[in-house]
């Protein structure tokens, strides 16, 4: 083996540097609406529970609900939420003031 220095791919099996942790990507709420143009920006960035995309309106009131309910992030995936369902993996569940998705080990890991 030639000299260098080690890499991720390098360390044991067992150690914490290979484990691999799963979160999802949250939405800063108050940074969307300052930094993205409506309407244009807010075309196909949102979609509703069916998958459907939603309107730019319909997206403008999705976040000022959603601010309204006192949450300043926002999960990017359905994955995502309080209960999570991944729950049974160690994730605690999405924190909507802020620390968004704390993640898991997922099985196997």
Sequence with gaps: ???????L?????????T???VSGRALK????????????????AFRDAA???LEPVAALTYLHL??????????CSVDCGKPCRFAMDGCIGFDYTGGGCPGYEPPGE
């Excluded at 083996?1 to 890499?7: A, G, H, N, Q, Y």
């Excluded at 791919?9 to 540097?17: F, I, K, T, V």
């Design 1 to 7: 083996m030639p000299d260098r220095e080690p890499i």
């Design 51 to 53: 998958g459907h995309e």
């Design 19 to 21: 484990r691999v942790k």
């Design 66 to 75: 959603e601010k309204a309910k006192g949450r300043v992030v926002i999960p």
């Design 9 to 17: 791919g390098d360390a044991e099996p067992e150690s914490p540097a």
């Design 29 to 44: 709420i108050d940074e969307f609406l300052r930094t993205r143009r409506f309407p244009i920006d807010y075309r196909g």
